[in-house]
C-alpha cells in the first residue's frame, strides 16, 4: 500500500520534470536575438543564426486596403554583416498570398541600422513574416 502511494505522490513531480525539459527545448527552439522586441520576433522568421543582427522595429500600415511595412535592422556588433531577407505575406488563415518574393541581399555596416520596405502584393494579405538568413561579411 506504501508502494502505491509512494508512486503516486511521485508522479506529479515527474510529470512537472518531464514539462520543464519540454518547455526548456521549446524555449531553445524559438530563441531570438534579445534586442527585437517579442512582438516583432513574432514575425521574423530567421534561419540560421542572428549574427548580431537585430530587428529593433517593424511598422505596419494599411494604405489603401494594402499592406506596407518598415522593418528596422541594427547590427549590433562592429563588423559588417550581409543579410538576405525576403517578406512572405499571409492571408487571414496563415496561408501564402501571391507568388512569394524573391531574396534580396544588403549590407549592414558594423554598429549600423538599415531600414527594409515591402507591400503587400493583394488586399487579401493580413499578416507577414519577414524571413532573413544573416551571414558575416
Not at 506529479?12 to 531570438?32: E, G
Not at 517578406?87 to 538599415?114: A, H, R, Y
Request: charged share 20%; with cysteine.
Amino acid at each position: 500500500m506504501r508502494t502505491r502511494f509512494a508512486l503516486a505522490a511521485a508522479a506529479p513531480a515527474v510529470a512537472c520534470a518531464v514539462l520543464a525539459m519540454t518547455l526548456a527545448t521549446v524555449a531553445r527552439a524559438q530563441l531570438h536575438d534579445p534586442a527585437t522586441p517579442l512582438a516583432v520576433a513574432s514575425k521574423v522568421a530567421l534561419r540560421g543564426e542572428a549574427n548580431s543582427i537585430a530587428v529593433r522595429e517593424m511598422r505596419i500600415v494599411r494604405k489603401n486596403d494594402i499592406l506596407v511595412v518598415q522593418a528596422d535592422m541594427a547590427n549590433m556588433g562592429r563588423t559588417d554583416r550581409t543579410v538576405f531577407y525576403r517578406f512572405k505575406w499571409l492571408d487571414n488563415v496563415g496561408n501564402q498570398v501571391g507568388d512569394g518574393e524573391s531574396w534580396k541581399q544588403m549590407s549592414v555596416l558594423g554598429l549600423g541600422q538599415q531600414t527594409v520596405k515591402s507591400v503587400a502584393p493583394t488586399s487579401a494579405a493580413v499578416d507577414l513574416r519577414l524571413e532573413m538568413n544573416v551571414e558575416p561579411r
